[in-house]
């Protein structure tokens, strides 16, 4: 049986990986009590039981449990942004590319994508592999999140909002308007840009599930990516992916009267990527659970993935 610690598990991201994890008779949870939890000398106690540490906490804190365990041998996976563009750690994205899956199963030390990224990166990656995008030219992103996509000061403001307010809810707000958003040096670095994408992200006043959004002008598009092409690209790349599902350019049948739900693959592990457009225009659009796929549900499909049993096990998607 192996055994877990979740290290900051009180979190929204930890309370959730707990909730995937526990129950399944491969794993023991290890569990810190709320006095103890900066306490180093109890910390290290678990860390030296664990077989996996998984990290839940904010940034600094995280680095600091790292340095804590260096001397351990644990392996880790780090859900925090600390350590995705890291050198000695490996980016926890399995359907990245080919070689990924193998280089998470092999490694110590496994970064945690982020939910925007997670969609970003598995719509437009495989176009710059292929040759289908100009990598010099300007890519933007435009995204929308629920609310828990914030961490917990975001989720307590909506959900006191809805308690005080009731009737007169948050339209949705861009954040991250200096352009330095957390998320942009994984998406440059795993993307295969020239340049940093430009991105627009917005949160929404529901809690959970995000369209991550991607338009491709004839511009930024190579000659012969079409919109066929690209559908077909992405389905030929993702075809023995049991998470992502590319559905046909223009596909209807997903939309209510002409709209896209950003929930629809919430409480699952899922990804829908969508083609749309016509002659002229591309868009490429990724809708994930941002609290499922593009954080809890990725850290136990890389704690499967690292431990060598089925990396779809204790998680709800089409197959499970």
């Known amino acids: 049986m192996y055994k877990i610690f979740i290290d900051g598990q009180a979190g929204t991201t930890g309370l959730l990986i707990h909730q995937y994890l526990e ?11 709320d006095a103890d939890r900066k306490n180093d000398e109890a910390k290290l106690a678990l860390v030296r039981e664990a077989d996996v540490v998984i990290l839940c906490l904010p940034d600094d804190a995280a680095r600091q449990t790292v340095k804590l365990a260096s001397n351990t041998g644990v392996r880790i996976i780090d859900a925090s942004t600390a350590h995705r563009v890291a050198d000695g750690w490996v980016y926890g994205m399995p359907e990245l590319a080919p070689g ?31 040759g289908k995008l100009d990598i010099a030219s300007d890519v933007v992103i435009s995204a ?3 609310y828990t996509g914030g961490g917990r000061q975001m ?20 954040y991250g308007l200096t352009m330095h958003h957390k998320h942009v040096p994984e998406m440059h670095k795993y993307s295969g840009l020239a340049h940093a994408p430009m991105f627009l992200p917005q949160v929404a006043h529901y809690r959970q599930g995000m369209l991550v959004s991607v338009p491709l002008s004839n511009r930024a598009r190579m000659p012969g990516a079409s919109l066929d092409a690209i559908y077909e690209l992405l389905a030929e790349t993702y075809a023995n992916e049991a998470c992502v599902t590319v559905h046909a350019p223009n596909d209807e049948s997903c939309l209510d009267g002409g709209k896209l739900d ?10 829908d990527l969508f083609v749309f457009g016509n002659e002229e225009q591309a868009l490429v659009i ?8 593009g954080a809890a549900g990725a850290a136990v ?14 998680l709800k998607g089409r197959t499970a």
């Not at 129950?23 to 009590?33: H, N």
């Not at 945690?112 to 990656?125: D, I, K, R, S």
């Not at 994930?288 to 796929?293: M, P, R, S, V």
């Open 262 to 271: 950003p929930q629809a693959n919430n409480g699952t592990n899922n990804l």
């Open 100 to 130: 990924q899956r193998e280089a998470i199963a092999d490694a110590r030390f496994v970064a945690n994508p982020g939910c925007y990224p997670t969609g970003f990166l598995l719509a437009l990656a495989p176009l710059v592999r292929a």
């Open 155 to 174: 989720v307590e403001d909506y959900e006191a909002r809805e308690k005080s307010h009731p009737h007169d809810l948050w339209p949705p707000r861009a």
């Open 23 to 33: 129950g399944r008779q491969d794993l023991e949870i290890l569990s810190i009590a």
């Open 144 to 146: 929308v999140s629920g």
């Open 301 to 314: 499909q890389n704690l499967n993935i690292m431990l060598g049993i089925d990396e779809l096990t204790g």
């Open 286 to 293: 990724a809708r994930l659970d941002n609290l499922g796929k």
